[in-house]
């Protein structure tokens, strides 16, 4: 006979928040107890017209989604962050000259234009076909950019791969979410942060390694095998839950505006990021029109999301409570923090000391290593105690620390300090990214 649990009240720390509720009742489920098909369990709809598609598992079941979306998370990180430490032998080898830093601009303008979307399409579509979906488009995508025999082709299907590639990172992070409690979650989601880590610290090496080795093309090779291997582990291990609706019913659900709108102001402002200081001056037209057009539109999505929406991408009441805008803060910081690294570290060591792009991508290790570790034990000490506020103070200033600290690197500057800072970086991002 399994043992009853009576549902229990878990205090979950909000920031002292005053317009969020805090206390989340929980229900502790015996596994057994837990109904396990989710293709014949009855769909639960939202007064908005959308199927609910959280359903809590036991852990054995959520070890096999677990496995599947980690490994969509993996194949597009190893992607985004190999190509980072090609781009100079494919500017070599293509003669792009200035256009080489579009192509990795213009996987993240396609993607990051396009993330707002999934998560609402996947409310309506179901989160597990909309993943197929994105994992077709970024296997194309990484085809067509193998075979690309010009810059401008290699840009216009990294645009294409974004797209794809955008998408696989939220939706894992959802489908963590549906399958697991609150309590729970910030356990699975440091393991997961843990993946997130190893990948941005082998992507480099990987891209280094075929660059130099083998050739380029290898980056986006690889990226078929590990998409046809992720998309088995979604079809035999992840659920999916049935959504109410004929396919008339699903397309009017969608805010077809809404999408219009952050497409093109997301796709503006990137577009003016990149191209200024680069391209052109900061203060020229082609830098600053869509600058202002960008902040335009995205005014207009606000009110259009705000006002007229009706079923928005991004309901505006969320950012009533401080946390939400907090967490958004926070995720921003965090991102520029990491990606600066990433990308320019290796960049640094390369022509500061000369290492060649195996090496100075080598040099990511102390810090993927150090977040991996600290990502798995952070998650799971939020899911065991219920806070998370001191974790992160004490990872943001060890990490302010470390930025501060590679400042300082210079010509003369020792291996060991490199090491020693990356170490010191690693330890502060794991305690910061996965918490937040």
């Known amino acids: 006979m399994p043992e009853s649990s009576a549902p229990s009240s878990i205090s979950v720390e909000t920031a002292n928040d005053p317009g969020l509720t805090a206390v989340a009742s929980l229900e502790k489920e015996s596994p057994s107890t837990l109904p396990i098909d989710i293709e014949k369990s009855q769909p639960q709809t939202h007064s ?48 792009a000259g200035s256009k080489i830093s579009w192509v990795a601009s213009a996987y993240f303008l396609t993607s990051t234009a396009c993330t707002p979307l999934y998560g609402r399409i996947s409310d309506i579509y179901s989160r597990k076909n909309v993943l197929y979906t994105l994992m077709a488009v970024f296997f194309v995508g990484s085809l067509a950019a193998s075979l690309s025999q010009t810059v401008v082709q290699l840009i216009i299907f990294r645009a294409v791969t974004g797209i794809g590639g955008g998408g696989l990172i939220l939706l894992g992070q959802l489908i963590v979410g549906d399958v697991v409690s609150v309590r729970e979650r910030g356990k699975y989601q440091g393991i997961l942060g843990a993946f997130v880590a190893l990948s941005n610290g082998i992507g480099p090496l990987i891209g280094a390694a075929y660059s130099q080795k083998a050739s380029w093309r290898w980056i986006f ?48 402002i990137i577009l003016s990021l990149t191209w200024g200081g680069a391209e052109y001056p900061w203060v020229s037209v082609p830098v600053l029109v869509p600058l202002i057009l960008g902040a335009l539109i995205g005014i207009t999505f606000v009110i259009w999301e705000w006002k007229f929406a009706q079923l928005p991408l991004i309901p505006m009441y969320i950012f009533r409570y401080t946390m939400v805008i ?93 090491i020693g800072y990356s170490l010191f970086a690693g330890f502060g991002i794991g305690q910061t990214l996965q918490p937040s």
Request: hydrophobic share 50%; aromatic share 12%.
């Open 48 to 95: 908005n017209g959308l199927t609910d598609q959280t359903f809590y598992l036991p852990r054995r079941k959520i070890i096999t989604i677990f496995l599947a979306c980690a490994s969509t998370e993996v194949v597009a990180l190893l992607d985004e962050k190999g190509v980072a430490a090609a781009l100079s032998i494919i500017s070599s080898e293509l003669g």
């Open 221 to 268: 090779r690889m990226n078929m095998p590990l998409a046809v291997f992720a998309a088995v582990c979604v079809y035999f291990f992840m659920p999916l839950k049935r959504v109410h609706g004929t396919a008339m019913d699903k397309l009017k659900k969608v805010d077809f505006i809404g999408s219009l709108l952050v497409l093109v102001g997301t796709g503006s």
């Open 326 to 418: 907090g967490a958004t803060i926070t995720h921003f910081i965090n991102g520029y923090g990491m990606y600066v690294q990433i990308f320019y570290l290796p960049t640094f060591y390369q022509l500061a000391y000369g290492y060649s792009a195996i090496r100075s991508a080598s040099l990511l290790l102390p810090v993927v290593l150090f977040q991996s570790f600290l990502s798995t034990v952070t998650g799971a000490l939020v899911s065991w105690k219920g806070r998370y506020r001191e974790i992160l103070l004490s990872g943001w200033a060890m990490w302010s620390i470390a930025l501060g600290l590679f400042a300082t690197l210079d010509e003369s500057s020792s291996l060991g300090r490199q």
